[in-house]
């Protein structure tokens, strides 16, 4: 079974633009969930996505966004980047009833 | 609200050594589970165990034990016989039960070396 992918694995963006990130979880997982890394405030949750809906979401400014497609692949979107939002970004699928999350490579993000 | 604390920033052990790492837990939620996950210097996050509040024995994944004493509430890592490719940072995390256990909640992480 193929693992999550996350892409693009790199990007460099510019302060006050946007981005938008991809996740697609493993076959027939219908939970996505986005954490940011960085290396100051460490792993952090953003939003979890099951069926199409925001079931769960961290504690981030609402220019972090996401949604959730039918076939479970999810996207994040950041607006009006700033510096401070260079990290890296990682997206894990799980099951339903399961407990264990798996992870992708993640995307790095740096804004300059 | 939950919170994991590592307290080993770093650890260095010698090839074939058993190794423990720390973590401690706080919680209010009655249910909740508790990983952990090693992430190699390619930055993806490997799960590695899990323990579910309620669970009577301690979690064991091949050479991956998790050292469960509720009531000091810390759920440490074991890893025996350990190898070169153990080197990586470690991750404790915890969640809630139900709809809430997709939200996990890392600790800072222990960067373990393993030497030859």
């Known amino acids: 079974k193929a693992g999550v992918t996350q892409t693009p694995r790199y990007l460099i963006k510019t302060r006050g633009q946007q981005v938008t990130l991809s996740c697609s979880p493993i076959?027939?997982?219908?939970?996505v969930s986005w954490y940011q890394q960085t290396p100051g405030q460490g792993l952090q949750f953003l939003f979890e996505?099951?069926?199409?809906?925001?079931?769960n979401k961290g504690n981030f400014p609402g220019r972090f966004s996401g949604r959730q497609f039918s076939n479970s692949r999810s996207e994040m979107n950041v607006s009006t980047l700033e510096l401070g939002d260079s990290a890296l970004y990682l997206c894990?699928?799980?099951?339903?009833?399961?407990?264990?999350?798996?992870f992708g490579p993640g995307t790095r993000l740096t804004v300059t | 609200a939950q919170k994991i604390t590592q307290t080993q920033p770093g650890m260095f052990v010698q090839e074939k050594e058993a190794v423990t790492l720390d973590c401690t837990y706080d919680?209010?939620?009655?249910?909740?589970?508790l990983f952990w996950y090693k992430q190699p210097s390619s930055g993806e996050m490997i799960f590695l165990i899990y323990?579910?509040?309620?669970?009577?024995q301690n979690a064991t994944e091949g050479r991956y034990s998790l050292n469960f004493q509720k009531a000091r509430k810390s759920a440490n890592l074991v890893i025996s016989a350990s190898q070169l490719g153990d080197s990586a940072m470690y991750f404790c995390?915890?969640?809630?039960?139900?709809?809430?256990?997709?939200?996990?909640?890392f600790g800072q992480g222990t960067r373990l070396t393993i030497n030859p």
């Open positions: 894990a699928s799980s099951n339903p009833g399961a407990e264990e999350q798996y």
């Open positions: 076959s027939g997982h219908r939970s």
């Open positions: 996505y099951f069926s199409e809906t925001q079931r």
């Open positions: 919680t209010s939620d009655p249910s909740y589970g």
């Open positions: 323990q579910g509040s309620y669970d009577q």
């Open positions: 995390a915890m969640s809630g039960l139900g709809q809430g256990a997709q939200k996990l909640v």
